[in-house]
């Protein structure tokens, strides 16, 4: 039986996840995500996909995060007319963030080629009717449920603990009377996450590829995170000011939401306004709602024995519309806005900035990650002076940044999860989705913790899988 594994993203990097498991002739892939950083690479990189969709048998989806599953819908357009196999509350958040995508590549194409025609705008790579292409393909599972992927293959999700619908996945097939097991980690998450479950074990497996982005670092616990929003939100209602939430739509917003509502219920915040004005944040969160398959038992509790909404309480506005997202400008006295994008680079978050960073009774809340080049990172990093639609503003508002949202195990909860496998059956971990430094870090704690053996995945490099 011949077996072999090759990545084409996420190798050595942490977007573009794409990873091929081909079995006897069989070509499976692992997640089809978007490479993002520097605009002209990465637009390189998403357009030329760097095998062929039409030789593919089946793909699988670990989770709806956009450097997973962001460029599915170029391999219909390529040829690939087979099955696309997902939890479905991946599929539903998906299928958000490709409609977003689509739609943000053809405004930004729009706008360059209208007002900057000197400078190169990118063609979209894929519109939104190439979304709802993609989304014919797709058939959903649930954790738990084995399912045949192609001839002889079979697999099964188990939840991850990432997001809501992320999964660790199983592949399987016989080889002679054996039976032998390959597990893709996906993103995977740590315990202790509200809303989601804690991730279940890692299954026993004979080969497993596994995530690395924060292979060297350590995150504070979660119970550290609700302590410090309450102490931050008191401290700038005490002033008289405004709490800004730059908020990535999807997931960060929900866990806000979820976190100051536990606060209000416990009265460690005062009972303020708060409002989530992102059109996007409204449409996950009604994703949440619906899949309560995904929930914990106490979000699962709230919801079913005592018929409360943990996305929804007194004095929480969701706001769609573009007037009343107007109106919280006139708004004097204290409240908390939340909005997107995560990074500030878009969005209504850019109006809230511009009305309220002058100002030093308020604060901006940081709660994720601020790529390098954003206005994100620019306040992060405490600028005196910012630019808001080409125009500089003082940062007089408070910045205060919580590191503990991380929605990533670190690199102890990666070692005690594939410490409890059965490592006398385990042959070799794979490391992907890493910078160089994670990689390696990662490499020498699963070493000392009895992994025999352990490969930072190259670009593109075959490794023939040994079942002997
Ligand atoms: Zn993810």
Known sequence: MNVS????????????????????????????????????????????????????DCVVLSHGHLDHC??????????????????????????LILMDTAHIMAKDYEWLSRHEPGKKAYRPIYTERDVVRVLDHFITVNYRRPFPLCSGVACEFRNS????????????????????????????????????????PLPEADYLICESTYGNRRHDPLEHARRQLAEVIRDTVDKGGKVIIPSFAVGRTQE?????????????????????DSPMAVNATGIFKVHQECYNETVRQAFLDHHKDPFGFNKLHYITDVEDSKKLNDRLDPCIIISSSGMCEAGRILHHLKNNIADSRNTILIVGFMAAHTLGRAI????????????????????????????????????????????????????????????EHLAQVLLEVG??????????????????
């Open 380 to 439: 992060a990093d405490r600028k005196s002076t910012v630019k808001i639609f080409g125009t500089p503003y003082p940062l007089r508002a408070r910045v205060k940044i919580l590191n503990t949202f991380s929605a990533h195990a670190d690199f102890e909860d990666i070692r005690s999860y594939v410490a409890a496998m059965n490592l006398d059956r385990l042959r070799r971990v794979f490391l992907v989705h890493g910078e160089p430094a994670a990689l």
């Open 161 to 200: 603990g990432h997001i809501l619908g992320s999964a660790v996945a199983t592949v399987t097939f016989r080889d002679g009377s054996r039976e032998r097991r390959v597990a893709f980690t996906g993103d995977l998450g740590r315990p202790g996450m509200p809303i989601i479950p804690d991730p279940e």
């Open 70 to 95: 962001g460029n599915l819908p170029s391999l219909p357009l390529d040829g690939y007319d087979g099955n696309v196999y997902a939890t479905p509350a991946s599929r539903d958040i998906a299928n």
């Open 256 to 276: 806000l939401v979820y976190f100051l509502h536990l606060l209000k219920d416990e009265k460690k915040i005062p009972d303020l306004d708060v409002f989530v």
């Open 5 to 56: 594994f090759q990545s084409f993203g996420g190798a050595r990097e942490v977007t573009g996840s794409k990873h091929l498991l081909r079995v006897d002739g069989r070509n499976v892939l692992l997640d089809c995500g978007m490479f993002q950083g520097r605009r002209a690479e990465a637009f390189e990189k998403n357009r030329r996909l760097p095998f062929a969709p039409a030789e593919l």
């Open 451 to 468: 992994v025999r053996a352990v490969t930072i995945v190259e670009p593109a490099e075959t490794y023939e899988l040994d079942l002997a």
